[in-house]
């Protein structure tokens, strides 16, 4: 299967990893409402996005109003990344 180009992956790529990364602050997990207040996006923008990441097997929902990583240990990596 190949890659996908970035425009081809739905929404804009960087704003993918804009929620990863504000996901990675809070640790392995982290609520809807944490992410609302930390992207100040309304609820139309972000659970389209939440979804294309989980679509796309990087999150997944452990309850109700919670994503986590679907790897172990990225919320670190991503901390890593970011510097």
Do not use: D
């Amino acid at each position: 299967m190949p890659i996908p180009e970035r425009h081809e992956l739905g929404f804009h790529f960087a704003a993918l990893q804009v929620v990863l990364a504000r996901m990675a602050q809070h640790g392995e997990s982290a609520s809807i409402e944490q992410l609302h207040r930390a992207m100040r996006l309304p609820n139309s923008a972000l659970q389209p996005r939440i979804s294309g990441l989980i679509s796309k097997g990087l999150i997944y929902r452990p309850s109700r109003g919670y994503v986590a990583y679907t790897a172990p240990m990225f919320g670190a990596y991503m901390r890593r990344r970011a510097g």
